[in-house]
């Protein structure tokens, strides 16, 4: 037998007697390990047994043996990457243990002197553990750069909490050992790395960010950017210190953005001239922007008006309540659209921007302070008072509202679907690109870590193994190198002062390194093969999304397509939560490839595109086969001269009429709970069946579509789409899926999640939805019954089971996600400073644990559980979600904006 032979057959007869339930077989194992003569084998081969004996030995608990057989595996083949990957493990599982000990002991001990020496001690343990499992893993990535390996750099990450209140051991080695790594490795954590700026380890952070910055510039721009103006407005709002110097993060990222500006001079300046045209010249009207103030708080105006059907004294006064906060709001409206500046200032040079504010408030004004009783300076007239009641009731400030809505919608709706760009940015229209060359490293800058030209010896790895051995063939592949190396080296000279590469200069469409692209072959990026920026569309197209119209900017790339990006403007928490949708739509999909189960069933989740411009301005790559349920909606009622708004009317008018008719004031709380499910279902039930078709949607894409065989694919794709989407909105308990945020594309099926936001509590935990995703009756009807059983469902139990697989790797992740996403949660309404926010990080340790735990095991809970001793099929908490999700009972609790009935 041939020895490879042997060695793989010894190596899976070894595996078979990793029982994790046995001692005796693992025991086994082990002596089979010893007795083996390994002689025959080479260094990789002698070091991956070496690494097996060492696993059986930690799983025996014999922690110190396990650890000299790890070095012993190293010393043997100091190149072999799974060796230094499991000696980490081993490592952050002792250092894990001793964390739990050490905690242990201080319930015991209570808060003693000796108590806290020890627990220091036991801290300084745990970091040194923890700093030799880091080492561990970055060792293993340098040495081979592929999944097994980068997928360990997140816990990596979040090891860095365990360092104290000050840079310690596990800052150190990040510092010295993440420099190292190949630059690429990190590009799918920068949003991590970024907010890292604000902690202790902010300078190891600030040393990987510096080599991301120079090796991919237009990777890191954008979000860099962002950071930099958000961190410098959170400074000036709360006072520079007496010292003059910067807060930690924003040093820091203006010392980045200086690197940025001296090393790639010509990217720098073009990238912000393009910034600085889409911010200030498609900033959206002030009618557009009063349209959105007044469409939301009409919005929670409503949703409180159904709230209250069942009027009783307390809800009374909570109404009362409500209308006196809206009217202080309102005030605070008229104040910023409608004050006056003050004459000093600059802002009153008569540019066009000033004409317009001119005739806005001239035109709005006095009306708006008449309507709603309240002035341009902020006094609310009635509510001067405060026992005093408000001065309208509810359903008038609804109305108000809605009239107020009707008129700006009028106005707005003047504005044509398109507009010339050459009006709106003369240079944005006279923007003309370079495409660069494509040969390896043409867009590569100077400082990239490896040479992306390798010579043909060591492709092959041997003479032999090339496809042709003539001497010609040779001699013509050195030719090739040699022109191919002397070409690389003549353009790592071009541009100012020799600082990058002649293609790196070379503005690129943004979004296409990862996390925000996901590819089967997610390996070190190639800039050559990226499209690059050759002009812009020339006219943009305004569009209507959500109520608002939102500008398209078109981007002509190298490549011949098209790519569109909305412009919209949102809070600095909105974006940063679709970056964390893309990391977790990428480690994913990550998952399902590795799991044959869900390859072989073509399930994948594909991340989205959401690139930072300033602190309140993001672009989203939109596609043209795009449908949203809303836009379906309103074109069939538009065919019957019928409004949106008239379905939720209806459905509350008949709720209130029932209510008044069946319900009495003296009647039990539980009784009346029970005749509002009634009232409400029949209402639901009559709205289905007098103009909301089920087969609405489907209606929409077979029409769209040539002929049955192309429905019948899209089907199966869309069911596999929408099982992962429904899965993670259950697990992240994920609300607000109303009709504009349940987007297809009609073209291949694919689920886009817009506006997809984790729900807590009030005391920060992951709240618990009574609807775990949506499957409304024209949902249920475009993916038919055999898809919703045979695929939908099957889907769901296919992704959870791959997640849990993955739970090591996926815990380290999932923390660093929740602690960001629940910090920018607290922090969206008040930014805090460095300080502020790390104060804050240690008061929400807790709850980021217990979190983590909430979402672990709902997908846990997904999983097929073949161990189940019920006779309930495998998938029967799926079967449950699903049933619960499509209940009329459920669905007709909904709140109207969910337009259940849709």
Not at 306 to 330: H, I, P
Not at 525 to 542: G, Q, T, W, Y
Request: hydrophobic share 35%.
């Amino acid at each position: 037998m041939d020895v490879s032979d042997a060695y793989l057959k010894l190596r899976e007869q070894i595996l078979s007697f990793n029982n994790p339930e046995s001692d005796l077989e693992r025991t086994g194992g082990l002596n089979l390990i010893n007795t083996t003569n390994l002689s025959f084998f080479d260094q990789s081969q002698k070091s991956e047994l070496f690494r097996l004996k060492a696993i059986f030995l930690a799983s025996l608990r014999r922690t110190s043996k396990s650890n000299q057989a790890y070095c012993h595996s190293v010393q043997i083949c100091p190149t072999h990457s799974k060796s230094w990957v499991s000696w980490g493990g081993l490592c952050s599982s002792l250092g894990t243990l001793t964390e739990r000990q050490a905690e242990q002991m201080a319930l015991k001990s209570g808060s003693s002197e000796k108590s806290k020496e020890a627990q220091a001690a036991s801290a300084k343990k745990v970091a040194q553990y923890l700093a030799q499992a880091m080492g561990c893993y970055m060792e293993a990535v340098q040495i081979n750069s592929d999944d097994q390996s980068r997928i360990h750099l997140p816990k990596c990450l979040w090891m860095l909490t365990k360092d104290g209140s000050s840079p310690g051991v596990l800052c150190q080695t990040l510092e010295n050992r993440g420099t190292q790594l190949p630059p690429w490795v990190w590009l799918p954590w920068i949003p991590q790395l970024l907010t890292g700026l604000c902690r202790v380890e902010g300078r190891a952070i600030k040393a990987i960010l510096s080599c991301l910055v120079k090796a991919y510039p237009q990777a890191v721009y954008y979000s860099l950017r962002a950071f930099y103006l958000e961190r410098r407005d959170v400074e000036r709002a709360k006072g520079v210190p007496s010292s003059g110097q910067h807060m930690a993060s924003v040093a820091h990222a203006e010392e980045m953005m200086s690197t940025l500006r001296r090393s790639h001079a010509s990217l720098w300046s073009s990238l912000e001239a393009i910034l600085e045209e889409l911010i200030v010249k498609f900033r959206p009207s002030y009618e557009e922007e009063l349209l959105a103030t007044i469409s939301a708080l009409l919005e929670r105006a409503e949703s409180h008006a159904e709230k209250q059907c069942l009027s009783d004294n307390e809800q009374l006064e909570d109404e009362d309540a409500m209308v006196a906060s809206w009217s202080k709001t309102l005030s605070r409206i008229a104040a910023k659209f409608f004050q006056t500046p003050d004459p000093s200032s600059g802002s009153q040079r008569r540019d066009e921007r000033a004409k317009k504010t001119a005739e806005f408030k001239k035109k709005y004004k006095l009306d708006f302070e008449n309507d709603f009783k309240v002035d341009a300076a902020g006094n609310v007239d009635g509510l001067a008072d405060a026992s005093e009641k408000a001065r309208f009731s509810l359903e008038e400030y609804i109305t108000k509202l809605q009239l107020w809505k009707r008129r700006l919608e009028a106005q707005v709706a003047c504005t044509p679907n398109s507009l010339p760009l050459i009006e709106s940015s003369p240079s944005l229209a006279m923007f003309a690109g370079d495409v660069p060359d494509l040969w390896p490293g043409a867009c590569d800058t100077k400082y990239a870590n490896s040479s992306t030209i390798r010579h043909p010896s060591e492709e092959g790895g041997n003479g032999h193994n090339q496809s042709s051995t003539s001497s010609s063939a040779a001699i013509a592949r050195r030719a090739a190198h040699t022109a191919a190396a002397a070409a690389a080296a003549a353009a790592a000279k071009e541009g100012i002062g020799g600082e990058y590469g002649g293609g790196s200069a070379s503005i690129e469409i943004p979004g296409q390194y990862c996390p925000n692209s996901c590819s089967s072959a997610d390996t070190k990026p190639s800039p050559e093969l990226h499209s690059k920026l050759m002009r812009f569309k020339p006219h943009v197209d305004v569009l209507r999304r959500n109520d608002q119209l939102v500008r398209r900017v078109g981007m002509v790339g190298s490549d011949g397509r098209t790519y569109n990006f909305l412009l919209q403007f949102a809070i600095p928490y909105w974006t940063r939560t679709d970056e964390r949708t893309a990391q977790t739509h990428y480690v994913i999909d990550k998952f399902l490839k590795k799991n044959i189960t869900s390859a072989r069933n073509h399930l994948s989740v594909q991340p989205s595109a959401a690139i930072p411009v300033a602190q309140r301005l993001r672009m989203t790559l939109d596609v043209d086969a795009r449908v949203a349920l809303d836009d379906v909606l309103r074109t069939n009622l538009g065919r019957k001269h019928t409004e949106v708004s008239a379905i939720p009317a209806a459905f509350l008018k008949q709720v209130s009429e029932g209510f008044k008719d069946k319900i009495g004031p003296e009647m039990p709380q539980e009784e009346k709970k029970r005749m509002e499910k009634e009232v409400r279902l029949e209402a639901f039930h009559a709205i289905c069946n007098s103009g909301i078709e089920s087969c609405m949607l489907r209606n929409h894409i077979q029409s769209v579509l040539d002929g049955p065989e192309p429905f019948f694919h899209f089907r199966r794709a869309v069911a596999g789409q929408l099982a992962a989407n429904s899965l993670l909105q259950y697990i992240f308990a994920v609300a607000e899926r109303t009709p504009q945020r349940f987007v297809i594309l009609q073209n291949n099926g694919r689920v886009l999640s817009p506006d997809f936001r984790v729900s807590y509590t009030t005391q920060g935990f992951i709240d618990s939805l009574e609807m775990p995703f949506r499957m409304t009756p024209n949902v249920e009807s475009l993916i038919g019954q055999s898809y919703l059983e045979g695929r939908f469902i099957k889907g769901i139990a296919m992704i959870a089971f791959a997640i849990v697989e993955h739970r090591d790797e996926f815990d380290p992740i999932l923390r660093l996600l929740m602690r960001d996403d629940i910090l920018a949660w607290y922090s969206k309404s008040q930014a805090r400073v460095d300080s502020k926010t790390q104060d804050l990080e240690r008061q929400l340790v807790e709850r980021v644990t217990k979190n983590v735990a909430t979402l672990q095991s709902r997908i846990a809970e997904c999983a097929p559980n073949q161990k189940k001793t019920s006779k309930d099929p495998v998938d029967s908490r799926v079967q449950d979600l699903c049933f619960t999700a499509a209940d009329p009972d459920k669905l007709c609790m909904m709140p109207t904006n969910y337009h259940a009935w849709l």
